[in-house]
């Protein structure tokens, strides 16, 4: 844990510091490229641009120019004799020759002057030398911060505040991702492990990691390996007893198949073909729903529910049509939907048929079927005697059984619900048991819906 | 040569049909036999994929594998069979509920399969279903009904044997009948259900990919086609669409 406490101590350091040596360096740059003009620079530039223009012969010009600003200047040469001075300099210079500085060393470049201090309100002294080394002196007031008057488009104003605050949107960009990137991957695995991908492990890059992350990544495999290893020899033993109680099953449906042959049918014999029968599928229902649990090989593909459901109705007509139970089906429209036709199409003709054995004698099972934007409602109501209120949770379990009256006759082996609830489940849907209120068991299956455009 | 094999074969009325069956649970494959016999049937029985291997060699008129066996599996065996023999019509005893055998099974060119433990009433079905297709059809036909035609291939019904581009098309019995049912009515919807009853004799169970797989093996088999590809109507069943030469 101390690890990643100093680890983010040192990212949010190292963040603090790109932001002070980042800022510092781009006003810096910004200085020096003159794209931002500070205070103490002001005169220093100021200075320049009139050597400059008096150089161009612009002085007149720029003099007006800086003028309507409030400023006022004077350039001198090496001897101090004036070559240009602003009207309102006049006076002053006259009054105080002794402010001006002493003459300066002819070495001195251009770009390392020296500046005199003002009187009052923003007056300096700039000795500034031109490309071939001759001196000058310039001699500014302002009534104004200088740097303000100087032509600088507003949006350098800015530009410091813009830098610093890109700077820190950087700075903690990087210790985000630092942070939540391992996180990430973690609830990456996590959630594949929840889905059922039993072999999904954290990621080595993140499971490496010397830090608390990294030992929740370890804790995690160490934790899917157990329940995968412990699932799997479940599924195997399930697998061995299945394969082990066969091998004698199928010798006893073929004795008795001989027995008949050689001594005519008899019901005994009868009995031993529809008790092994039933075992035998009873066997095969909880290697299903084994197999449902442990290793899913579901095939998603946009299906179109209404054949399915008009496929499952048909299906369970046909198997009762010597009776006088119905089946009424209201479809509404119902876009495609993503799912494994055998495996959907087996969870719905579960129920169907179990509705269909319950629903009383001369009376229907209803069938409906209705989408909202985001998902799709399928329910089937029958019109028998219901199922106890405590019992209707239970009801997916399996070989639950809410009364021993409700089993004896059916064939049914109380895993059908289960193995309905599980498929469902694996389409990320839910169903769920009610009772109606003029009696019976309503049934209903809730099934995300595609998006659009995926069709 | 085929022909006349195959006369003798079929051609002779009430033949006592000769059934390779290979087992490793001796007692079961023991009542098997008894059962077979009882119906008529001539039937050899072997407990491993070698001697199951070494058996098919000489003549028989069916071969029904376990695909567990030992020294040799049933796959195995069948492959082997497979190389030099795509004739001899082979249903295999899988494990239920073991989908991956089954589909590997058909794929490997079995004709049919039954999960075990199995009825033997239902085996008897199967096979009686399959040794009824490998039956010549009414033999005063034997001129142009015995020829069927579809795009580039083309099936004499009379010898079962196919081609395609005039370059013989090696098929097993039931991809034979497949493909014989889909180009009898060639650019029509048949059935999965269809299919099922015709040709393997039952009704199409809920997890019964069977068909598929043949269908898939013919796919295969029918890809050098320039004119002919089935097609799958999604839930519904198969065509087989011929493209008419512009």
Redesign the interface.
Known sequence: MTRLFLKIVGLLLLANFLVVAGGYGLIKWLEREQLLISPHQAPQILAEHVLDAWESGDIHHYAHTLGEHGTAFALLDEDREPLFVMPALRRFLKKRPALLPPPVPRHHQRGHDHKHRMIKRAQFTITISNTHGDLFYVITRSRHPLHSLLPQPTWRRYVPWVAVALTMILASSLISFYITRPIRSLRHTTQSFGQWDLSARVEPKVAERQDAIGELGRDFNRMAQRLDDTLRSQHQLLRDISHELRSPLARIQVASTLAEQKAGASSELQRIDLETQRLDSLIEAILRLTRLNDMPDLVFESLDMTHLIQEVARDARYEYQNTDKKIALDLGMIPNISADYEHLSSALENIVRNAMYYTSDASTVHISAHATDTRLEISVTDAGPGVPEEDLQRLFEPFFRSDTSRNEKTGSNGVGLAITHRIIELHAGQVAARNAKAGGLIITIHLPLLRKGNE | MADALFDRLIGVPMTQHHLLLADD?T??AE??A??LQ??GFKVTLVHNGEDALAASKSLKDMIILDIMMPKMDGLEVLKAIRQHDTDTPVIMLT???D?IDRILGLELGADDYMP??????ELLARIKAILRRAQPHEKVSHTLSDQLMAGDLHMNLHNRQASLKDQALVLTQTEFDILQLLAKSADTLITKQTLSEEILGRKLG??DRSIDVHISNLRRKLSDSDLLSIQTV??SGYLLKIQRMS
């Open positions: 649970d007692v079961l009542l098997l008894e059962y009882g119906e494990a239920r509920g989908d075990k433990p199995c009825n033997p009433r809920a997890y999604r839930g």
